[in-house]
């Protein structure tokens, strides 16, 4: 995440809603947290979420949503409904 960035507050409120426990990054802040996330991203935008070999970079909510509804064995293990927002 990065502080003031109007996607991670969008992402974080819905995860929040979701009950998702999240490992909040913030990746202006620590140079090391930006080149990881360079790593398993390729890219250097935010909000960027990991959870195992599942990865979602630069999204809106909706986004994130439809590229988890390819993975419906994650969407079950982070514990999201299929009625969001």
Not at 76 to 83: A, E, F, R, T, V
Request: proline fraction near 4%; include cysteine.
């Amino acid at each position: 995440m990065k502080l003031g960035c109007p996607w991670c507050r969008e992402a974080l409120s819905f995860f929040n809603s979701q009950g998702v426990d999240l490992d909040l990054r913030d990746v202006d802040a620590d140079t090391k947290d930006m080149e990881a996330m360079i790593s398993i991203s390729g890219q250097s935008k935010v909000p960027t979420f990991e959870y195992d070999d599942f990865v979602v970079a630069d999204f809106s909510v909706d986004e994130f949503l439809a590229e988890l509804n390819e993975f419906p064995e994650v969407r079950h293990n982070l514990g999201i409904g299929d009625s969001e927002n």
